[in-house]
């Protein structure tokens, strides 16, 4: 790799994107078991920490604003207690508020998990999953509109399948920015996995690939099935560039003029979750830096790998990553 790692994140600095998509908060509750309770047999949590995080394309927001760039996050999140805890985290977080939108009719995803001896015992999930309602669709694509038309570098659309990534809103988004030449960057879900249509980078995983495109079992090493299930995607989406994470085995990246496999870095893994945050949120800054594709692999395989050494949902930390980058240029 030769890239000149303070110059690229320079660039980092000079980006604003906007990020749509669902959010969410990680909350963590913490504690010790020493008995199991006598009500059922059960674990009692002595509880010892609380802890709310941004989660989902809210950890986006996250992973960009780490690397110097500016994120707009837009999103839907209740008119309740949890839209305002979302709220004060964004604030404190120094995050902007421009893009959320609050519905009456809708509740704030939280997911809670609670942690006992530092085992995962149990997960709470409080969310609403139908698509949002026409009204909240127009009052959030006028949104959108109205921040498109200050300065965007790229637009990342982040679909956890919690109802506002609906067909109009993906159709509406990718329209406004094919017209004004901004980058789209989508993670997708299965939900509406062929809706996002003509977009710049389009980036499945492994499994998502199989789901969308109905192959119940694809082996990534056997290269010419698994390349032919990536033509075929491309075939119903005319995306620019396909990127698709495949765990252990790195990731793949392809354009119409080349592609490549990036095979995985050997790390001590801890917890996977957020990774293909950060993977979309790096891919989109190497795209908007003008770094070729297997440079954008290259990195993007890199940080998600780095955040998969720590526990819990966190973004990319900068000065990790710049060391990661400079040794594999020296490697």
Do not use: W
Request: hydrophobic share 40%; proline share 3%; net charge negative.
């Amino acid at each position: 790799m030769n890239v000149d790692v303070n110059a690229l994140f320079n660039q980092f600095a000079q980006q604003r994107i906007l990020v749509v998509g669902d959010v969410m908060i990680d909350a963590y509750l913490r504690g010790s078991v020493t008995r199991i309770s006598p009500e059922a047999p059960v674990p009692i949590v002595n509880l010892e920490k609380t802890e709310d995080r941004l989660g989902g394309a809210a950890n986006v927001a996250l992973n960009l604003a780490s690397l110097g760039a500016e994120p707009i996050l837009c999103a839907i999140v209740g008119d309740d207690r949890g839209g305002r805890t979302f709220s004060e985290i964004l604030d404190y977080r120094g995050l902007s508020r421009d893009g959320i939108v609050k519905s009456a009719d809708r509740m704030t995803t939280i997911k809670t998990r609670v942690i006992g001896n530092n085992q995962h015992l149990l997960r709470i999930d409080e969310e609403v999953l139908t698509d949002i309602s026409s009204q909240e669709e127009q009052d959030f694509i006028h949104r959108i509109k109205q921040l498109i038309d200050t300065k965007i570098d790229a637009i990342i659309l982040e679909d956890y399948n919690k109802g506002l990534l609906t067909p109009n809103v993906i159709d509406s988004i990718v329209k406004m920015a094919n017209a004004r030449k901004i980058p789209v960057t989508v993670d997708p879900k299965k939900d509406n996995f062929f809706e996002y249509k003509n977009v710049t980078l389009f980036k499945p995983n492994m499994k998502e690939l199989k789901e969308g495109v109905g192959v119940k079992s694809m082996d990534v090493t056997k290269r010419e099935q698994f390349e032919a299930a990536v033509d075929q995607l491309e075939s119903k989406l005319n995306n620019d560039i396909t990127l698709v994470t495949l765990s252990e085995h790195g990731v793949f990246i392809k354009n119409d003029q080349d592609k490549k496999y990036i095979p995985a870095h050997i790390r001590n893994i801890a917890d996977v979750s957020g990774a293909g945050d950060t993977v979309i949120a790096v891919a989109t800054l190497c795209l908007v830096a003008g770094l070729e594709i297997e440079y954008i692999a290259d990195i993007a395989n890199l940080s998600g790998g780095l955040v998969c050494e720590v526990s819990g949902v966190v973004p990319i930390d900068a000065e990790l990553l710049k060391e990661e980058i400079a040794k594999l240029q020296h490697s």
